[in-house]
Every structure is written in C-alpha cells, then in structure tokens.
Nanobody, 128 residues
Framework: QVQLVESGGGLVQPGGSLRLSCAAS????????IGWFRQAPGKEREGISC????????YYADSVKGRFTISGDNAKRTVYLQMNGLKPEDTAIYYC?????????????????????WGQGTQVTVSS
C-alpha cells in the first residue's frame, strides 16, 4: 500500500522554525522525485520545494528561497522540509508528493504540481 505521511506541523510564532517530515512506504523512494506543496485558505496549491532522486538537485519557490531547505534520507525513507524564519503568510496545509517522471526536472514538478502520490497534509500556522 502506497503511503506518504506528513508530520511536524503546528503553531509557531513569526520568526520561528519547524521541520516537516514526509515518510514514504509501499514504494521505492529512489525512483521518485519528491516535492513539498502548500495550500492556504482561498488560494491555489503552490509547489514550494522539490528534490530530484536522480541527482539531488533542488528547486525552491521565490516565496521560500533562503528560508526553507529540503533534504532526504533514503535509508529512513523520509524527506524533510526545514523551515526557518517563518512568516504569517507561510500559514497553510503542507503536503508532500512523489512523482515518478524522473525525466521531469524538479522545477517543473513544483511549478506544474506533479505527483503520482500525495500525503494527507499537515497544518502549519504562523501566528503570535
């Protein structure tokens, strides 16, 4: 059974940090690019960071560049999103996705919101 499970969300003050985890099961993580997406109320889903399983290349949306870092641990079958310098506008449900189209670069994966499998999401709220 294919599953992606996000965890690590919560309530944090502006300027704070959180680390999200995306645990994969039921498929071989090495064969998928992984991305983090978010959706705020009333807004479209946004691809914020994606990582290639082929060469480890990464993509970050301008809205998070310099503040968020994506990384993976294939042995633990987990991909992380370290979020620093959080702002109220980062408030959203955060999802991870796995995409098998390895020929697609991770910039396109994020911008076209590609994913064969999606997690259920974890809420991140940034507020004082």
């Amino acid at each position: 059974q294919v599953q992606l499970v996000e965890s690590g969300g919560g309530l944090v003050q502006p300027g704070g940090s959180l680390r999200l985890s995306c645990a994969a099961s039921g498929f071989i993580l090495d064969y998928y690019n992984i991305g983090w997406f978010r959706q705020a109320p009333g807004k479209e889903r946004e691809g914020i960071s994606c990582i290639s399983s082929t060469d480890g290349s990464t993509y970050y949306a301008d809205s998070v560049k310099g503040r968020f870092t994506i990384s993976g641990d294939n042995a633990k079958r987990t991909v992380y999103l370290q979020m620093n310098g959080l702002k109220p506008e980062d408030t959203a449900i955060y999802y991870c996705a796995a995409d098998s189209r390895l020929v697609t670069n991770v910039r396109n994966m994020c911008r076209m919101k590609l994913g064969d499998y999606w997690g259920q999401g974890t809420q991140v709220t940034v507020s004082s």
